[in-house]
């Protein structure tokens, strides 16, 4: 899609931007673009590009959040198990990696995991390691078993398959990562704010090839990255990731409001947004989430600072037009000049707007989704393509 309204900045002066002032920054993440989105190849050539490949996707049973179900689950109905998010599913649906649900290796590089919740004082570190023997959420969200039951080790994985291993936290061990030097290894950390996440974003841990941040900036120009970190938020994902697991609602209506923002508005408030159809929030299954989303026209944020902005990513993907304040979010890149708004008058004011003007509407919506798919699709996926066929020539 051309956008034409927002300035490029050609990448090579991107690497200059640590020296700008952050205002001038922010000012740019919504009102312009770099010149690779021109350049860049469509997700349907990414998808072509990475068919002929053989990647995987691991995650420990120990792991609180995604994929709950058996190794090598079809993507659709693997991601639809999800224990709280939709997460990284682009690497399943739109690149056609296998998931594998290991157990926890014995091996202590395998332990990083525990920096997460061992960070509060309080946490039982084998209180948390015994919720993978216990069924999600009581089974109130569908599940059936326990993560451990669905599991395998580490050493049953046929590594010898794989050209890209995609790893959350380090589910594997350096004794297998050195038995299979030509894959290319890649740390995808659960928790960013980490010891070992921190670091990583300078230099990947022992054995990995690569680092993806949790990160979604347009200019990905935070200090202190190293060559061998690639900006991908958790939710890398696309509109087909979307398309590919839940079925489209053919008529949109209302308003999905992000969910701390939902708790900070009042019942008037809530009262005043019925106007534009039902009123919804975050909760449920990832599939009930999935459906309010695909029902929705619009998504509003307004309080909640910091947020990361997984909510938003995937309610861009499934269709909304993502309305709100920009200083909600760590990194403000989603919005565009439109989509902007400082508070919650401004936020009807301009939902009404788009409402008297169904054209208006579609063309933001379609411009917010083409810049989304850049920055948490397009661009990892393409990026990560690069790295493999280095390591392939080294």
């Not at 640590?18 to 009102?31: A, F, K, S």
């Not at 709280?84 to 690149?95: A, I, S, V």
Request: aromatic content about 10%; hydrophobic content about 30%.
């Amino acid at each position: 899609m051309e956008l034409s309204s927002f300035t490029r900045i050609p990448d090579i002066l991107t690497k200059t931007f640590t020296l700008l002032p952050r205002v001038l920054l922010n000012r740019m993440e919504v009102e312009a673009i770099p010149s690779s989105f021109d350049q860049m190849p469509s997700s349907s050539k990414i998808r072509s590009d990475w068919s002929d490949l053989k990647c995987g996707f691991i995650k420990q049973c120990i792991y609180n959040d995604l994929y709950c179900c058996p190794s090598r689950t079809p993507a659709p109905e693997a991601v639809r198990t999800s224990l709280l998010r939709t997460g990284p599913m682009g690497f399943l649906t739109d690149l056609g990696a296998d998931f594998w649900h290991v157990y926890e290796d014995s091996a202590l590089e395998c332990r990083t995991w525990e920096e997460s919740p061992g960070s509060n004082p309080n946490t039982d570190l084998e209180e948390f390691r015994s919720r993978q023997y216990k069924l999600p959420h009581d089974g109130k969200l569908g599940h059936l078993c326990p993560p451990a039951d669905l599991s395998v080790e580490v050493d049953k994985v046929p590594w010898q398959e794989y050209e890209i291993v995609v790893s959350m936290d380090i589910a594997i061990p350096l004794r297998i990562i050195r038995n299979y030097p030509r894959i290319l290894w890649v740390y995808f950390p659960a928790d960013p704010g980490t010891p070992t996440s921190k670091s990583a974003r300078k230099t990947p841990p022992t054995g990995f090839d690569v680092t993806l941040t949790h990160m979604h900036r347009r200019f990905p120009v935070r200090p202190g990255l190293g060559s061998r970190t690639i900006d991908c938020p958790y939710s890398f994902q696309s509109p087909f990731s979307w398309k590919s697991t839940w079925a489209q609602s053919p008529e949109r209506s209302g308003v999905m409001v992000e969910g701390k923002t939902y708790r900070k508005l009042t019942t008037d408030q809530l009262a005043s947004l019925t106007r534009f159809g039902p009123v919804r929030r975050p909760q449920g299954s990832v599939s009930e989430m999935a459906h309010d989303l695909l029902s929705s026209r619009y998504y509003l944020s307004l309080y909640g600072h910091p947020l990361t902005g997984n909510g938003q990513i995937e309610a861009i993907m499934a269709g909304c037009l993502s309305i709100g304040d920009p200083e909600t979010y760590v990194q403000r890149s989603l919005y565009t000049p439109i989509t902007v708004v400082p508070d919650f008058t401004s936020s009807l004011h301009r939902i009404e707007e788009f409402e008297r003007n169904p054209k208006l509407r579609e063309q933001s919506r379609q411009e917010q989704q083409a810049i989304a798919e850049y920055i948490c699709f397009r661009r990892p996926a393409v990026q990560l393509l690069t790295f493999l066929k280095k390591k392939r020539a080294s």
